[in-house]
C-alpha cells in the first residue's frame, strides 16, 4: 500500500505563512487524486481543507478561501499547500491524503493517508 508523508509543519505567530508537502514514500504508477485535511485540538473528526479533484477542480474549506493555496505535481503524486495570513483556528494536525478518483472533500472517499504533521498558530 502507498505511503504518504507530510513535510513543512511547524510554529507561527498570527499572520505568517507555512507551506506544506506530502509526497509518496516510494514510487508509484498511478496518479492520485490527493487532498490535505485537518483535526483541530480535542476534535475526533477531520475537516477538508484542499484538494484537487479528478476532474480538476480545486477545492477549499470556505474558512481557508483567499488565504491557502493547493497545488500538485501530478507526475510524481507530489502536493502542496501555501498557508499565508494563518490564524490561531488553523491550528491542528494536518494529513494528506489520497485515492484513485475524487470528487469532494470527504474523509470517507480517501483510503490513503499520511501520519500527519502539526501546525501551531499562536495569536
Known amino acids: 500500500q502507498v505511503r504518504l508523508v507530510e513535510f513543512g509543519g511547524g510554529s507561527e505567530q498570527s499572520g505568517g505563512s507555512l507551506r506544506l508537502s506530502c509526497a509518496p514514500a516510494?514510487?508509484?504508477?498511478?496518479?492520485?487524486?490527493m487532498a490535505w485535511f485537518r483535526q483541530a485540538p480535542g476534535k475526533e473528526e477531520r475537516e477538508g481543507v484542499a484538494g484537487i479533484s479528478t476532474d480538476g477542480r480545486v477545492m477549499y474549506a470556505d474558512s481557508v478561501k483567499g488565504r491557502f493555496t493547493v497545488s500538485q505535481v501530478k507526475a510524481n503524486n507530489t502536493l502542496y499547500l501555501q498557508m499565508n495570513n494563518l490564524k490561531p483556528e488553523d491550528t491542528g494536525t494536518y494529513f494528506c491524503?489520497?485515492?484513485?478518483?475524487?470528487?469532494?472533500?470527504?474523509?470517507?472517499?480517501?483510503?490513503?493517508w499520511g501520519q500527519g504533521t502539526q501546525v501551531t498558530v499562536s495569536s
Open positions: 491524503a489520497a485515492e484513485l478518483t475524487c470528487y469532494e472533500l470527504r474523509t470517507l472517499d480517501f483510503g490513503l
Open positions: 516510494d514510487e508509484s504508477y498511478n496518479t492520485y487524486c
